[in-house]
């Protein structure tokens, strides 16, 4: 009589079989548990078949079936994971809420004004007055940060984990992107310039530069460097990008996050039929749009790079205005249109 031939017997459950081993037909390994040599395993989490390489490969655990061959993970998978914004939260709709009608629309400056500091913001004295109104927006935008960080800290934190790898490269790359977004804008202004439009300093600017004349440099670093680019990459490419990524394609709304970012910026001359709305004075807030969600796209979806990027900016821009322009106005007084251009390129 003819003696069947031997077979493997199958290890037991939990344990991975030997690496080349011949297997009885249909052995898989024990679900959740990867295989020992680095291949895809056969079955998800869920227990349901994994869904790699094309049916019919041959499979090393016995049979065949879906496998799919190890491979290296690439250089943005190593370097620049993504950092999952994650979906769509009340805390978001609440952020939003607070930031439209209590921030854009001036609610709570207007509430803040009630406060002693509105009554230091309506003094005669102009130094009393730019000191007023810049405690009133540190307040305001005190208020509204709070609402930020509770709705973003979560995607915050793991864009922390996201940003580790080469971490030191990817800052040393920021003075780069600083020097890129300002040539950009200072060759777009010298076109529109060829076009007889002449560069203009924007309003905001304007009295962002009479409110910093009267308040500290470290106090306006915070205001300006840590709170409001927050702010500003939570709304513009965290939610509209990041978050909203899952229905609607992420350069789309990079577009519109880019218009929006300029157009924030140059409100009063778009509200106030005084004011004249010159195309020179947006160039700049859309240069830095570009950058910003450039860097937001690229980086993995990173709400701390681009917050550090965006910070770099204004960290640059308050030093020309403390420290460069000054000097230069000082030692050559028939620079002061070459000191506006240089403000109006730095935003």
Excluded at 8 to 37: A, E
Excluded at 179 to 193: D, K, N, R
């Amino acid at each position: 009589m003819t003696m069947p031939p031997p077979q493997s017997p199958q290890p037991p459950y939990g344990q991975q079989p030997p690496y080349g081993q011949q297997l009885p037909y249909g052995y898989h390994p024990p679900y959740h548990q990867q295989p020992q040599d680095g291949s895809v395993p056969l079955y998800g989490p869920d227990g349901a078949p994994a869904q790699y390489g094309q049916y019919g490969q041959y499979n090393p655990y016995g049979g065949f079936g879906h496998y799919a061959p190890p491979r290296r993970p690439t250089f943005r998978e190593r370097f620049l994971p993504d950092a999952e914004p994650g979906r769509l939260s009340w805390w978001d709709l609440a952020a939003t809420l607070v930031y439209l009608i209590g921030f854009t629309l001036g609610i709570i400056p207007m509430l803040v004004m009630l406060t002693p500091l509105g009554t230091m913001a309506q003094s005669a004295d102009p130094a009393d007055q730019a000191v007023g109104g810049f405690l009133t927006n540190m307040v305001s935008y005190l208020i509204v940060g709070v609402v930020v960080v509770l709705a973003c800290w979560r995607p915050l934190a793991r864009s922390v984990r996201a940003f580790l790898p080469l971490w030191w490269a990817k800052l040393l790359v920021i003075p780069v992107i600083w020097v890129t977004g300002i040539v950009c804008s200072g060759i777009a202004v010298g076109v529109l310039g060829l076009f007889g439009i002449e560069p203009e300093v924007s309003q905001n600017q304007q009295d962002i530069e009479l409110m910093l004349a009267q308040v500290p440099f470290l106090a306006s670093a915070f205001l300006m460097v840590v709170l409001a680019p927050l702010m500003e990459e939570y709304f513009f490419r965290h939610l509209l990008i990041g978050r909203l990524s899952r229905f609607i394609n992420r350069w789309i709304l990079g577009a519109v996050s880019v218009v929006l970012f300029a157009l924030m910026h140059v409100t009063v001359e778009l509200i106030d039929p005084t004011q004249t709305f010159n195309v020179a004075a947006v160039v700049p807030y859309v240069m830095m749009g570009v950058v910003f969600v450039l860097v937001y796209i690229l980086s993995g979806r990173s709400l701390l790079y681009a917050w550090l990027v965006h910070a770099f900016f204004n960290l640059m821009a308050l030093v020309m205005q403390y420290f460069v322009v000054p000097r230069l106005q000082e030692t050559f007084p028939e620079l002061d249109q070459t000191a506006a251009l240089l403000l109006l390129l730095l935003g």
